[in-house]
């Protein structure tokens, strides 16, 4: 499983990009800090097969990534 190094700055970008009272921004925040946590607990889940399926659609092997 891959570990983000410590110095991956995700507490200035929960902290920095969310400054709003919008309940936008309050819901983007707050999925923001359980993703941040599920990845520091080490239980972040990458569906790898749904990853390679939309690369696959969109041509990613082929050179055509962005189409």
Same mark, same amino acid.
Not at 19 to 48: C, K, M
């Given at each position: &499983?891959?570990?983000?190094?410590?110095?991956?700055?995700?507490?200035?970008? =929960?902290?920095?990009?969310? +400054?709003?009272?919008?309940?936008?921004?309050? +819901?983007? *925040?707050?999925?923001?800090? *359980?993703?941040? $946590?599920?990845? *520091?607990?080490?239980?972040?889940?990458?569906? =790898?097969? $749904?990853?390679?399926?939309? &690369?696959?659609?969109?041509?990613?092997?082929?050179?055509?990534?962005?189409?």
């Amino acid at each position: &499983m891959w570990t983000p190094p410590s110095s991956f700055p995700i507490s200035s970008i =929960t902290n920095d990009a969310f +400054t709003s009272n919008s309940s936008v921004d309050r +819901t983007r *925040q707050e999925r923001l800090q *359980q993703l941040q $946590q599920a990845v *520091q607990n080490g239980t972040y889940h990458v569906d =790898t097969q $749904q990853i390679a399926k939309i &690369m696959v659609e969109r041509g990613v092997l082929n050179g055509n990534e962005w189409d």
